[in-house]
Each structure stands twice: as structure tokens, then as C-alpha cells.
């Protein structure tokens, strides 16, 4: 069985394991207060072109998402979201388990868009008894989407200026950052992030990590006392070195950015044929996750070789499924799949 | 100015006045351990036609709703309501502060349906992944809605059956319950929640009381520590004796349904009215409040000498408003209303 | 039998009741927002001796306490308290539900002292780790305490300077503020309180009203957004207007001084006899409340008559228990009291 | 510098972080749902002695208890533990920040035992309003205590016994489990903790591995559901079978157990030499953690060539301090240390 139902079915990068190895033995300071997480640190401020933000790293997506959040709003605030968005779908609960609604913007694609920020805030504080609901208190959006969708740098930056002028703090989950950074489709770099948003996080899971988040705060007035939260939450991770020594293997030079690219190439490999073939996609992605709508009866066939995700029905005998690249994807596996796919339309 | 825009505008019905003012000097034991509390929690079983159900006195609803949802949940589950309940619109988040999502089912007239309830649940069974999503937890409908419509027993009792099925408690909000019990188009009566409810509260509020919701828990697995939940929340009146007294007065007889029936036939009369003279209504209420579409201009007109809540645009030049009956409403003011209305059509 | 144990065994003051009686029908808007609330703050103001406080009107104490200090405190944060302090020991775990640790420090008369404060502080501050324990954010006192002592006006500008040098916010529960500040014992006057504290309460449930607790919010920075707490947390009462009224029939002239003194006054008459009787007292009070220490055969005797409070064993044969005056108690009650307590030591 | 202030300063040991790189490119389902994760619970249920426990695999400690025990108390509970207890003091509120209050036991070594267990508990139902104060909902302990000590099996059944008792689920923190389990004083073993406790965890991160902590629920009622908290709570790895690898690795054969008794001895052979030198101890731990008082001067000696950890001040010249021995503690560090003591000696 070939696998592309996820990015994060490996271990990760052979360089990375290779610094785990040989940093294995050495005495650190705990709790993300040793040498290798400054490092880290300074690897990815000369990444980001920006001296003055505060890097955390974390274990997991949820944990960033939830501890963040959680250090930002006020009891009474919630946190605005795409209705598909990780935290309003896909983590449990664990935003409200913090006491916050999650307040969700209708969104077919992933994305919302700065309009519906405006209007929802417009709405709330035109209300006469504005204090009986919950108030908008940040906005979170993905880049890339979990449907593989991008936002340019004019919608980013229109966000940005309705958020800045809201007073709304602007969190942007980047759990696959990499492949939305090196897609053909992009033009939003980390300085961008930078510039634009409050906070993001860099992801390490599904980009050739064994695990970790680079949380970056860039707004200072959010800095204060994060690592007290990131302790409560269960984030601070006791041999903290791990992160550190991971993403200074990514970001020492260009690692994170290579295996991205890697898997964009074979994402954008698979969607020129499968395009050509006549299917069409549920999601514009330009990013490592494609989502061709396919009959029943094809995927039928293809599902005896390859493993992708289900994603939805479409019609009563076509879904929606997800081919996932990654750091970790063999081109002669896209290569195979490719030839199974043109045999099938044959 | 006559006011019609809420049922919440004057204080409390004489004949608690006077009980009030009657028991005054006594001294009872506090925390809703004296005897009226006693008392009126008899006069409601008879009532409700039932023994075997636990009763406890709060103070307002938003506090009953988020006191025993958070009794009820356990901390990954959620509660289902409609989009529209006030729980997920009206409470400021003290649901969510409790650490639960509230689950929106799309409702456009203010109810939810057994089968929504049904595929909600499949849906989230269903899932392989079904621990990454909140789980549902009961299910809150409000008896009547918000928007003054009604469960028919019918479909309280399709509800009811899917509930229990699905192992989802199910409870009935009834900030309004008098004035629902009363309507000409109903036919669930207090027996009936007490058969296909596993906890209603009984609305004293806005209905002739000073304050007071009567939380009724019928379901004995959920009725075990309450009372601590209820401290915890704030929802412990010291003189609690203030609930039980007032609730002796609305139950010892039929108090609480005569002012409930005194509201509704007003809103009657007045609801035959604007269809007579042709307006259409964005709810269809049998209930105390009335929601009739009217033009911009006569609003302006009526707002003169009426006080009605605005409720929704309904396009360019018309707006849905509502007009609230209750207990206290004087016939001669819903006269004189009809009267001006019916001159403005002249 | 004659009734000391509590201090809200009875409902409300004749002048509490027939203001309520008099605006019964009236019709004002609701959660607060009429001209009773209003007014009410106006006279507090007046009491007060200062313009810019904030004034917000909660139904009881436990509600209050946990809505204003869930509004205060980050995630990450504690609030200190005696370990004798209500929020500690008889709340339910309603901070703890916010999120947050009491932190206590140990007392055995209810107050914690200035130094106490600063050591706590400091020893934060001056660990290493510190983010891997509950940081301090801010300071909970009672006055009087839970156990009828004061802090005299020195002690509390002591407090008040720590906490200030420290940036944590002092917060006064003031429960039984009146008879607190009527004691004979007494120095510390509301100005007092406004000037010294970051918010305080004062009581009205105990103090001779059917319930309400005014929160003065004096620290602007503690004020935003308030009403969405008090309405996520249950306590913005629809008819909010009960409690401005209420505490109109208090504050406009002085009733809730003269109730106060009335309570005070028959404390120190029986204390003086208890004292001449030889009896020690487990507290040191000159508030309402008096806590001798008995024989548990005298007790039997008196419990025959008279009901009180039992507070805790003190050897195998004597109790510390607790004698409570209030607003409504009556001069012949005490006398007559006072009468058999002198019969027994015959 | 040779560094004996943690034990989690190395990475994990190499047959560890052999079967890690040999693994790496494998593809595995995630969240713990992979071969490896099911062979590592094999395994460790062997050890156990126990067919029928349900085993996660966690992250870190922190995460675990508050995961855990978030999952098991209803809101008005309380978790019982030492004052010393880690979930007190060194995780930053977490438990409080999932609404429940820590209930401290006085204690002095790290140990409660079953007669304060069931004095708290008796104190508490005593309590005629035991609704005003938090209800005690299940127990904390570590093994070995934070301080090093251990309970015996004797005192672990009696508390056993009163939990039962009592209705309150046992909970053992095992950070450093192994090195209770080897320690020479010991006499509980993995199947006594099975017999005895409701749920243990067995500590990996400070006992050669990366990290990860497998939490055993031996109570069937504790069970159900707890993988959507674990994932609300951040705690679901998605690369899973990173724990199960490891936990393969240590629990395979008797790696686990055999890096524990290195350290043991280790730490006994440093005890003897103290001991004999006629230093006194802070506890009296037979485990890796050894806590003698030193003179400052002695401590001024000894930190110019050895890292240990200041734990409190004994008197004005004398402190307590932690020497750490782990996994990773090399014979001739110790026996250097012991030289250097013995030199001071002299």
C-alpha cells in the first residue's frame, strides 16, 4: 500500500534525526531554556527578517492553538474563525474547555475574508444590548487553509488593516506553513506574517518534525507571562532542547523550505494530470493537499493500491477526497499513481 | 409611553407582593431550606402530576441554563441547540465559560427537529476520528422558543424518543412556559415535560414574579450534588425563602396560568388584528409575543405613542418587530394599540 | 425559639419593602440600565465622598466575588486570601470553577497582614522557575472578616502600599461592611475604602435587604467590559431595577447605617455581659457577630431557647459558637438572653 | 561541570533512540493508533501483571495529571493531595485552570496518609451546608514522592482501603516510578499498584526516554471517553507511535527497570558516603533524588566542579540541596563527587 492520506505518517527528516542523535548525550538546561532553542530562535528571526518577536516552541497544533488563544482573550471574548476552521471542527473542544466561544464566519473554501470581519464586529457593537453576547476578541485564520486554499497578500492585508483597526488581534495557524510559503500559488512570505498579523505559528509536525510548533508572537502587548500559560496547558515540554534541536536542523539553512517545496512539486505533478484527466477539485489548492472529486467506482480501484482521506460525498456516487504530499513523499510514488490514474480513464 | 417591548418591564403580580410583604418578619433558615421552599415545591408536583421530581429555585435563566448544563456535561461533550437558542446568542458565553460548545442546529423559526438531532449524532458517531470533534452532550430546546413558536407534543415527543435513544438528556427551557401552556395552539402540558423531558425549568421572571426559575429535574441520574454546582455558580440565594414564598403564590392555585392566560389572550387579540388589517408576521407565535413585518413608516408612526423591541430588517423599508404581552398588560393599552393601527391602514 | 444564628433570617426592612411596594408597577428597562439604579449610585457616591467609581449592583456574594475576580485575573493567576477567607472555604470552588487557585495565606482571625503579603510576593518573584507556579494577581480581604475582626485603617494603608508596590489589585468583600464600619471598634470609613482599594463591596443581603451587593469598582483599569462578565456569569438581574431600588430606600439618607448600629450595638451590650461573666471569645469582635466560648453543658441550656451557630470544638468540653445580631434583631431578644446567661452562671 | 540538578538533562538512552532512527521512515497511523503503540501496551500490561487496564500514552507529567484528572471529577470536586504535592505547587494552576480546586494535606515528606484522607473527608460530609464548600472527588499521590520518599505497600493499602471507602478514585503520579520500583527500600510493585490504585502513571521522561508518560486506568469507570479529553487537552501526540516506540524500547525486556536500579545505586552509594561524613538529610529518600544539608561554605566548595539543586534554607548558614542521580549518571562522576566530599571533610 502506498500512503497519502496524511503528512505526518513518517518519522522525520534524516537531518533532523541525525542532530537528535548527536546532541543526544549532552547536559541542557529543561524547559526550552537551553542553548540549541536560542539558537532555533535566531535561525528563524533571520528567516523572518524581524529581530523584536518572541519565539515559543511547542509540541502539537491544538496545544499552540488552545494555549494561545487562551493567554489573548478576556473571559467575556471569543475568538473569530472560518466555520471550517481547526479549532472550530477539528480540536475537541478545546477552546471552550478554556472558556471561550469560538465564533464561527460561514466558509466553503477555508478562508474568510475581511468584509465578514467587519461586518460581524460592525454587528455586534451595534447591538443596544451588546453585553449579552459573547465579543469578538481576535480572529484566527489558517495559511495555508485545511482545505489547501491560500490567501494572497492584498486579502491578507486587508484582514490585517480591518483587525488593526478593530483592535482584534490577528493569530494565523500555520500548521503547514512550509507548503503554503513555497506554493507556485504563493505571494505571503514570513516577513509578511511578520508585518501583518499579531501572532503565527510555524509548523514542524507535518513538515518533516518528529513534533513542534514555533509560536511567534509579534505583538509585544501579547507577551506577557506566555511561558506561565504554556506551563499551565501542558505545553512547556521538560527536555525543551528537542524542539530547539529540531528546528535548528529546518532553519539552520533552508531545509523547511526544500522538503515544502519538495512536496508542492509532486501536489502540483498530481493536480496538472489530474486536471487534464477532467476531474475537477473541491478545493482550489495550489499547496501539498489535492482534493479531486472522483466517482465512487474509481476511488473504488485506486483505494486497492493507495491510501488516501475521505473527505465527503459529493453526489450519490462521487466524493471528495484528500491526496496528501509531504517532506517525506517518493516521486516514483506520484509517478505510479499518476500511471494508475490515466489507466483508469482509459 | 406605553411599553411593549418586554415582559420583564414592572415588578411582581399583587398577590405575590403580598405574600412577600406577609412573611417578611418570619425567620427561616436560609439557602432554600425553609419551609415555603418546601411548600411550593409541593404545589408544583401537583401540579406537574408528578412525585418523583427534584426541584430547586434560582434566580434568573441564564444562570439555570449554565448551572445545570455544566451539571449535566462532561467536559468534552457539548449541548445542541438551535442557532437561534439563547444559550448560544443571549448569554454572553456562560455556557462556553463552563468550558462546553454549544452545538448550533440551523433553525430559522426558533425549533429543532428529532431527525436534526438524529444526524447530528450519526454524523459525529460516524466520524473514525470521532474524539478530534466535540462530543453531543444533551440537547436544550426552549418551550415556547424564543421566537414564540411551540412544540407540538408530537414532536416533543419524536424529540423526546431520539434523546433517550442517543443517550442525550434533553432540556426544556422555559423562561416562558406559562404563557406556552396557555396558548390556544398548544398542547404540551407540565405532565408532559415531566414524561419527556429529563429537566424544564418553570419561568417565573416574566411571569408575574420578581424574580425565579423552578429548575425540575426528572431524571434521578442527574440530579445527585446539585445543590454544590449551584452554590459554585452563584445561584444560591441566601434568603432563598424569596423563591419558595413567591412560587407558593403563582402554585397554590392557578396564579401562574391565569396571568399566563390573561397575556395570551391579549397577544390573541391583537394578532388577529394585523393579519385582519393584512400585516404578515416573521414568526407564526401563538404566544405572548407577537412579531408582526411593518413598513418603516408606520413604525415611526406607532413609536410615537408604542414602545415595541426592534427585532430584524426584513428588506429596504420593513422591519419585523415585536410586541410583548404580559401578565401586567392592561387590556384598554392593547385597545388603544389596535385602534391606531387600525387608523394608520385607513 | 428566639433566633441568633444568622444575620438573613428575616426578609427585608419595612422601608426596603415599601419602596418596593410603591414602584411595583411601574415600567423601567431592564439588566439594570433604569433611573432606580441610577439614583442608587448617586447616593452611594455621595456616601462614598467620590465621583469617578464604578457601580455595579449582583443579587449575593459568592456571584460577586467570583464575577469581579474571574474579570481581574489572567489565566495564569491566583488571588490571596486568608486561608479562613469565604472565597477559600465556603464558595464551592466558584473561583476555582473560573479557573483560578486561592492562594492561601495561613490566618487565624481572618486577616492577613501587609508583610504577609510582601513575603508571599517575593517569594514568587524570586524563583527561578517562577512560571511553574500560580503567579499572584491580586489580593482578597473581608471587612469585617468571616470572623467579626477589623482591620484598622493603619493595617489596611499597610496593605494597601504592598499592593500597590507590587501591581496586584486589593479587592475588599464587604459582606457586612455596614456593620463593620458602625463597629465601635472601627476607623476605616467607605472614602477610606475608596481611596485604599481597587474595588470593595457593600452588602446589602445581610445588612437588611431581601438580597444585593453593591460592587464599587474603583481602579479604572479593573472597569471595562464589566457587564459582559456579570452577564456571562449569571448575575445581571432582568429586573435589575429591584436592587437600584433597594439600595435607594439604603443610601438616600442613612438607613443602612442606622440598621448597622442598631446590630453593633446590642453585639457590645452582650458582649460586655459575656466578658463579665468570665467567658473568653474564640475571635476578637466588635462587629454583630460574637463568638464566645461555652461549656457544651451551658450550650445545652441555652439551646433550649435560644438558636445560634455552632463554630468549633475547642476542648472535650467547650465550643466556640456564634451569636448573631442583625438589622432586625430585637433589644427584648437580648435581654432576655443576657438574662439566662446570667441565670446559668448562678 | 558535572551536572547532578535534574534528571532529565540527556536526551533518552540509545537502544531508545535506536529503535527511533530504525523506525523512522515507517508509515503509521497517528494519535496512537499504531502497531507500535499497541505492542508498547502489551508489554507494559505483562509487567503489570494485568490483562484488563486501559493504557495512553502522554507527553509530559503536568499533562498527564491534569488531563486525567480533569477527566475524572465533576465540577463541584476537589482533588485530595500533599501540600507538597507537584499538582499544588509546580504546575501553574493547571488543575485549578480545569476548575477544580486543590485540596492540600499538611505534610512535611511529600506522604499523606489514609487516617487525613479519611479526616477530610469525614470533616467534610460532617458539614451540615457541605454543599458550601468543595466536595473531596478523588486522591494525589506521587511514587516516589517529590521528595524522594516512598510509600510502603502497608500504608498504599491503607489508603486504598479509605479510597474505596470513601468513594474516591487513588491517582499515583509516577514521574519517576522506576526509580520507586528499584529503590532497595521499596515494596510496591507495578502489580500492587494495579490491585491498589484507581490509575497510575509510569513516568518515561525523567527515566531515559525522550519524554512520554503511559497513564494506566485500572478503574473501568474512569475509562470511557478519555481519548476526546486527551485530545481537548493537547495531549493526543499525532505522531503516536513515537511513545509506543520508546515504551517498546524500555519495556521489551527490563530496560526501564535496569536504568532505574542504575541510578538507585548510584544514589545509595552517594548516601552511604554522606551519611558516614555526618550529614543529615532533608528526607529520607531511598531513591535517585539524595537531599543532604550542607553548609554554605561546603555548598560554595562543592558548586565550583558539580551542578546540584538548591532546594530550601535549613538555617542561617545551612542548606538543604538536591543531588539527582538518573539513567544517564556516569560511576565516575559519582565517585568524583565523593572524593571531593570526602576532601571537604578532612
Redesign the interface.
Known amino acids: 500500500m502506498i500512503?497519502f492520506e496524511?503528512d505526518?505518517?513518517?518519522?522525520?527528516h534524516?537531518q533532523v534525526?541525525q542532530m537528535?542523535?548527536d546532541?543526544?548525550?549532552?547536559?541542557?538546561?529543561?524547559?526550552g531554556e537551553d542553548a540549541y532553542c536560542e539558537k532555533a530562535k535566531e535561525y528563524i528571526k533571520k528567516h523572518c527578517g524581524a529581530e523584536d518577536i518572541d519565539i515559543h516552541f511547542l509540541?502539537?497544533?491544538?496545544?499552540t492553538n488552545?494555549?494561545f488563544i487562551?493567554?489573548v482573550l478576556?473571559?467575556?471574548q471569543?475568538v473569530v474563525a472560518a466555520s471550517t476552521g481547526h479549532i472550530n471542527?477539528?480540536?475537541?473542544?478545546?477552546i471552550?474547555?478554556?472558556?471561550?466561544?469560538?465564533m464561527p464566519i460561514p466558509s466553503t473554501d477555508g478562508k474568510i475574508y475581511a468584509h465578514q470581519v467587519k461586518e460581524l464586529y460592525d454587528e455586534h457593537w451595534s447591538l443596544s444590548?451588546h453585553?449579552?453576547?459573547?465579543?469578538p476578541g481576535m480572529v484566527y485564520i489558517s495559511q495555508p487553509t485545511e482545505n489547501g486554499t491560500l490567501y494572497t497578500k492584498a486579502e491578507l492585508e486587508a484582514l490585517s488593516a480591518v483587525c488593526k483597526a478593530c483592535g482584534l488581534p490577528l493569530y494565523v495557524d500555520g500548521a503547514r506553513l512550509g507548503y503554503g510559503i513555497m506554493s507556485p500559488a504563493n505571494d505571503v512570505s514570513l516577513n509578511d506574517l511578520v508585518r501583518l498579523s499579531d501572532a503565527f505559528y510555524i509548523g514542524g509536525?507535518?513538515q518533516g518534525m518528529?513534533?513542534g510548533e514555533a509560536l511567534v508572537i509579534v505583538n509585544p502587548a501579547l507577551r506577557r507571562?506566555f511561558?506561565?500559560?504554556?506551563?499551565?496547558?501542558?505545553?512547556?515540554?521538560?527536555?525543551g532542547r528537542?524542539l530547539g534541536v529540531q528546528y535548528c536542523a529546518m532553519f539552520k539553512e533552508n531545509l523547511y523550505f526544500e522538503l515544502s517545496d519538495h512536496a508542492d512539486k509532486l501536489a502540483m505533478k498530481l493536480k496538472a494530470v489530474l486536471a487534464e484527466l477532467g476531474y475537477s477539485f473541491r478545493y482550489e489548492s495550489y499547496t501539498n493537499q489535492q482534493f479531486p472529486i472522483m466517482s465512487d467506482a474509481e476511488l473504488a480501484e485506486i483505494g486497492k493500491k493507495y491510501a488516501y482521506s475521505f473527505w465527503e460525498k459529493v453526489d450519490e456516487s462521487h466524493s471528495a477526497v484528500r491526496f496528501c504530499m509531504s517532506w517525506?513523499t517518493k516521486e516514483e510514488d506520484v509517478d505510479a499513481l499518476i500511471e494508475d490514474l490515466r489507466a483508469l480513464k482509459k
Open positions: 500512503r496524511c505526518y505518517g513518517e518519522g522525520a534524516s534525526m537528535l542523535a546532541t543526544n548525550m549532552e547536559q541542557t538546561p529543561g524547559y509540541v502539537g497544533g491544538t496545544q488552545m494555549t487562551a493567554s478576556r473571559p467575556h471569543g471542527v477539528h480540536e475537541s473542544g478545546a471552550e474547555a478554556t472558556g471561550h466561544k469560538v444590548n453585553e449579552h453576547e459573547v465579543q509536525t507535518k518528529l513534533f507571562d511561558r506561565y500559560i504554556l506551563k499551565q496547558k501542558g505545553g512547556m515540554l521538560a527536555k528537542l517525506a
